[in-house]
């Protein structure tokens, strides 16, 4: 395989990727919060990252991918409205397993609670208080970020411009308006908290990854994922913890997926109310069709998200169906390897899933023109990174339709063409099309 170069985010630049362990390839991604059924936008880095896996474990790497559920934030309180917290937190998680399953990519490897993994945010908190890198103020603790001399490098941002986002809460008791919470005093109104040695509270939303990524993975993982909507504050001062509390960098590498878009352009978003719930998407369109529509942008761009990409998706989908069906097993024509060789080198080349489907087209253009039976492998292969194998699983036409279309030909080689009509109309009747080759015919579903 070609040499395999990410784009990170804190160097600004593709490099080429070594893992901290040859052969072994830890990745973090930031999964949802759970205070509604997650949305199609929600499922990009799920699916990008889940493929990413895919590849590198073709490439031979052995792949622990840790997804994790933020069951503990403000917008979970927010959106029970004085009811259950926890109750909602339980259902929206559920229902966010039963989404993404599927999508029929797998479960990630680890998917850890936030609300199960309290003792090592605990752990982590009392090492920054120790340092001198927290504060306790009214049973809240704080982050104190100017003591992070690396603060913005990952973001590329200037300390005295950044707005942490915490609005008023909290104002009074900070040191400094850039410091962020660690932990959060117990409310009245809110129906979870833990004990900690500052008093009986909860912890903030950037700790939980911190201490959930370095459970699992430990300091200086291979690679740290998420959407670019994280990258300031969370992902910031997630780094700015683990670099604080352990003397160290969380992760080696830092991969942002870009955010979906209207096809006006806006940014879509559950706040502004103008994005589809993704079990909606997959009951309209197929896991088929979103995994191909994802997979047709490169992970780092915006998406436009609408019915014309997706309905592009679908029709994609469905030429691959057709393609699978005209090969047979076994090996494929060495005059097409290099458009398989050129699939995986772009994949290798900052993951960039456009440029490897172009060439998957031009194999089935190629195999298309052929004379002739053509072997299957080098699809199925390509078709296996990218999580749509099962495009293969698709049964031929029935022995009777098949034998229409033997008449059908019968009849156009006799210029009996009111009969070649005749057949073809039955055959469109039983949903199969025909189209003829200069070897013959192929019917295709209709679908």
Request: glycine share 10%; net charge negative.
């Amino acid at each position: 395989m070609a040499e395999l170069r990410l784009y990170d985010t804190r160097t600004r630049s593709v490099r080429e990727f070594e893992p901290r362990d040859p052969g072994r390839v830890g990745i973090y991604v930031c999964g949802p919060t759970v205070y509604a059924r997650i949305h199609i936008g929600n499922a990009r880095p799920f699916v990008v990252f889940s493929l990413l896996k895919r590849f590198l474990e073709h490439a031979g790497y052995a792949v622990c991918l840790v997804v994790n559920v933020t069951d503990v934030n403000d917008k979970i309180y927010a959106a029970a409205r004085g009811g259950s917290s926890i109750e909602l937190a339980d259902t929206m998680t559920a229902a966010y397993v039963a989404d993404t399953d599927r999508l029929e990519l797998g479960r990630p490897d680890h998917e850890p609670l936030a609300s199960a993994s309290i003792a090592a945010m605990v752990e982590e908190i009392a090492v920054l208080l120790n340092g001198g890198h927290a504060y306790v103020a009214g049973g809240d603790v704080y982050f104190r970020v100017r003591r992070d001399a690396g603060y913005g490098a990952l973001s590329g941002r200037d300390v005295d411009s950044m707005d942490q986002g915490e609005g008023v809460e909290g104002v009074d008791l900070k040191e400094d308006p850039l410091d962020f919470a660690l932990w959060k005093a117990h409310k009245a109104d809110e129906d979870s908290a833990w004990d900690a040695p500052w008093g009986r509270g909860r912890p903030g939303w950037h700790i939980e990854c911190s201490a959930m990524a370095e459970s699992l993975l430990g300091v200086g993982f291979d690679i740290h994922g998420g959407g670019l909507d994280l990258l300031f504050p969370h992902h910031e001062n997630e780094a700015a913890q683990t670099r604080s509390a352990r003397g160290a960098e969380l992760a080696a590498h830092w991969m942002h997926n870009g955010m979906l878009a209207a096809t006006d352009g806006e940014k879509m978003s559950k706040s502004l109310g103008n994005i589809a719930p993704l079990y909606e998407v997959l009951d309209r369109h197929g896991r088929d069709a979103v995994i191909l529509y994802f997979a047709s942008a490169h992970y780092r761009q915006p998406i436009a998200y609408g019915d014309e990409p997706i309905a592009a998706a679908a029709q994609g989908v469905q030429r691959i169906r057709d393609a699978a069906r005209q090969l047979v097993a076994g090996d494929s024509p060495l005059e097409l390897r290099p458009l398989h060789v050129r699939f995986f080198e772009a994949l290798a080349d900052d993951f960039n899933t456009p440029s490897a489907l172009a060439a998957m087209w031009d194999w089935i253009r190629g195999a298309n023109r052929r004379a002739g039976p053509v072997g299957d492998r080098d699809l199925r292969e390509m078709l296996g990174v990218l999580g749509l194998e099962n495009l293969f699983d698709v049964p031929g036409p029935p022995a009777a339709l098949l034998a229409l279309a033997e008449a059908r030909a019968i009849a156009r080689a006799e210029d009996d063409y009111a009969r070649a009509d005749e057949l073809r109309a039955q055959i469109e009747a039983g949903g199969w099309s025909v189209r003829d080759t200069p070897t013959g015919f192929e019917l295709t579903a209709l679908a």
